[in-house]
């Protein structure tokens, strides 16, 4: 019966799937392009570490400070196979005010994982001033190897550009450690110390060396911090909250599909009831379409999210800032959502079909 | 007053009344009717003496303000009770078809077996036999709309039967067709209740129709007034 009754209002069926198609793509996208923006932020962090080591109780990873003598110290442990320091900083140039700088040392291997377009890694010194410019940054700052470059108040040459796949750093300047601390009066500190572990070594070993040490700096491993940094949770419900608003509209899409699909059909349904049906097989069987106009509108909401974010990532000038990135936990939450959803928007159809006098339907004008 | 054994009556009514519009308007007033089984009952009366009413009253779709009504001894006051007469004791043909015009015709008829969750093989089977007494069986794969008038009601009267109940009530059951499918319709229905030695009864105001049945009671006013055996 429920196959059968939304086979003969096709139109309707259509409406009521495309409020939840919808409502599903619009959560997915926005949850997809903030979980792949955080992934890609994580990847800054973690650059082949599995601690992250930053001063606690700071809003923002800009604002801490954690001292570079900690990194020779975690060195001389045997459960530390190398530690790096990494400052982040916001810098401007003329026509950009807003660039995004790597203060990292040679040995940082990031800058190893990228393509050289110009110069070398061993044009990257650390106590130089020559920076290394992403493809992008090079492009919009219309610099090249060779040349100087104005960053803040000072004027730096540049040593290399180099093409990173994470649209943050392909956007960005990588500049020496020491550079960096000076440009920015935060001599001797860095925003966070990237640790990975000797072979046969647990991140907990580094976590109670720190809390031992350094109780003033708290070490993480990327997971934890992916969960705990408040810019990733502030971003990552704002996701959810705008998803969350697109169900409701979808919702009501759903909720009024379904009455229209019980007024419609009052006559059908005391006819039911005169055949035998009882009222709980009818409001099952409303909650049952319910939930298939839910269902297929979640499996169109999938694609269309999908397919959506695949051409999104396509566009050449969004490469590398948008990874779009659907995961299964994601799925899951929007079907759920959307099986409440259909719940929900059915109980009032639901139970007013359940309640009908059949008498008085088949009187009904 | 009824003569029959109420042990072996199909239907008992007693003492009804049934108002609507907060007991503004009175439409069954005491009335008390006693169908044994096999009979076949007309109600005969002008629209608005309560024929429908009783109709309804009997099958349960309308609760009484007072009164008792008993179907194949089971009382139809409670909704459980009712469910199971109506899934397995009353078929119920109305003057308008009430077919799912976008569904075939076997479609419609099936609706009382997922009621019930009955087999489906079974149902196919009692389907195809009513069908054939009804001389629709070539219809069967059809949609309703592209039925005509008469072809629709046999319709009904086949989905009514599909759970071959013991009571038939029937609602004006020619009243919308013309005057050749009324009194075809009307024929097979007699034959059809008469074949199985069911119970049938019919509001009509057509006096011929009723003349042809067991029995007929005369209503006016929500009062049953007097009766004619056939």
């Known amino acids: 019966m429920i196959f059968t009754n939304l086979r003969r209002h096709r139109v309707r069926t259509a409406i009521g799937a495309t409020g939840i198609a919808l409502g599903v793509a619009t959560m997915l996208s926005v949850v997809g392009l903030l979980g792949g923006a955080v992934k890609m932020f994580e990847r800054i962090l973690r650059s082949d570490s599995q601690v992250v080591v930053f001063e606690k109780n700071v809003s923002d990873l800009f604002f801490s400070n954690v001292p570079v003598e900690v990194v020779v110290e975690l060195e001389s442990q045997p459960f530390v196979k190398e530690a790096q320091p990494v400052l982040f900083t916001i810098i401007t140039a003329p026509d950009r005010p807003v660039v995004t700088c790597f203060g990292i040392r040679a040995a940082d291997g990031r800058l190893k994982k990228g393509e050289w377009l110009q110069g070398g890694a061993a044009d990257f010194q650390d106590d130089g001033e020559g920076v290394i410019l992403g493809e992008r940054a090079a492009d919009f700052l219309h610099a090249q190897a060779g040349g100087r470059i104005e960053l803040g108040h000072g004027t730096y040459p540049v040593a290399g550009v180099v093409r990173m796949e994470n649209g943050f750093e392909n956007g960005g300047v990588f500049m020496p450690l020491l550079a960096c601390q000076k440009a920015f009066h935060k001599e001797g500190v860095c925003s966070v110390i990237t640790v990975a572990l000797a072979q046969g070594h647990e991140s907990s070993e580094v976590k109670a060396w720190m809390n031992q040490h350094h109780e003033r700096f708290t070490a993480l491993e990327n997971e934890e911090f992916s969960r705990s940094y408040s810019q990733f949770k502030i971003m990552k419900t704002t996701a959810w909250v705008v998803g969350g608003c697109a169900f409701l509209l979808g919702g009501l899409s759903v909720t009024n599909t379904m009455i229209l699909s019980v007024f419609g059909r009052i006559k059908e349904l005391a006819i039911a009831r005169v055949c035998g049906f009882s009222r709980g097989q009818l409001a099952r069987m409303i909650f049952g379409e319910s939930l298939l106009v839910s269902a297929i509108g979640t499996v169109a909401g999938w694609g269309l999210s999908s397919g959506g974010l695949y051409l999104l990532a396509m566009i050449p000038q969004l490469q590398g800032y948008v990874e779009p990135r659907i995961g299964w936990q994601e799925v899951v939450g929007a079907m759920a959502l959307a099986a409440i959803t259909a719940l929900v928007g059915a109980l009032y159809p639901a139970w007013y079909a359940a309640n009908l006098k059949p008498a008085e339907a088949l009187r009904f004008e | ?230």
């Open chain 2, 1 to 230: 007053m009824n003569q029959e054994n109420p042990m072996k009556a199909q239907v008992l009514v007693e003492d009804v009344w049934k108002s609507f519009d907060r007991g503004r308007i009175e439409v069954l007033k005491g009335v008390t009717l006693t169908v044994p089984e096999g009979q076949i009952v007309a109600l005969c009366g002008v629209s608005g003496c309560g024929k429908s009413t009783l109709l309804n009253v009997i099958s349960g779709l309308e609760e009484v303000d007072s009164g008792n009504v008993r179907v194949s001894g089971h009382d139809v006051v409670h909704e459980s009770t009712r469910i199971d007469l109506l899934r397995h004791h009353i078929g119920y043909v109305f003057q308008f078809h009430h077919l799912m015009p976008d569904l075939t015709l076997a479609e419609n008829c099936l609706v009382p077996l997922i009621a019930i969750g009955g087999n489906r093989a079974d149902g196919l089977a009692r389907l195809q036999e009513l069908a054939t007494a009804t001389g629709i069986q070539h219809r069967l794969t059809q949609r309703v709309r592209d039925l005509s008038g008469g072809e629709r009601q046999r319709g009904a009267l086949v989905r009514s039967l599909m759970n071959d109940p013991e009571l038939l009530l029937c609602d004006e059951p020619t009243g919308a067709l013309d005057e050749s499918n009324r009194s075809r319709v009307f024929d097979l229905l007699l034959e059809l209740v008469r074949a199985r030695g069911r119970t049938l009864v019919l509001a009509t105001h057509d006096p011929d129709l009723a003349s042809r049945c067991d029995r007929t009671l005369k209503m006016r006013d929500g009062r049953i007034e007097g009766e004619t055996h056939g």
